[in-house]
């Protein structure tokens, strides 16, 4: 079974910055599409980014020009950064892998909070 781990979140200041990583276990990474969800509390889960297995991407419009995914098939990882953080950008952001439109795994959620 894959699984997916995510790390980085924390606490940083409005305009911040933090990177958010996703490592995968299993031998082929490469063919997953990887996503960044979030969820704040009280609201449904929403897609902030996605890069799938052939690096094309795709970002909410509440991210864009703020949010960078990337991946990196040798080390199985996929990364998130994110850039001049807003306090509603507060959530637990949760990894997730994809192939042919079939879920392959949740990660555990890692909390970003952006708060002065």
């Known amino acids: 079974q894959v699984q997916v781990v995510e790390s980085g979140g924390g606490l940083v200041q409005p305009g911040g910055s933090l990177r958010l990583f996703c490592t995968a276990s299993?031998?082929?990474?490469?063919?997953?599409?990887m996503g960044w969800y979030r969820q704040a509390p009280g609201k449904q889960r929403e897609l902030v980014a996605r890069v799938t297995s052939g690096g094309s991407t795709y970002y909410a419009d509440s991210v864009k020009g703020r949010f960078t995914i990337a991946r990196d098939n040798g080390k199985n990882t996929v990364y998130l950064q994110m850039n001049s953080l807003k306090p509603e950008d507060t959530a637990v952001y949760y990894c997730?892998?994809?192939?042919?439109?079939?879920?392959?795994?949740w990660g555990q959620g890692t909390q970003v909070t952006v708060s002065s």
């Open positions: 997730h892998a994809q192939r042919w439109g079939r879920d392959i795994s």
């Open positions: 299993g031998s082929i990474f490469s063919t997953y599409d």
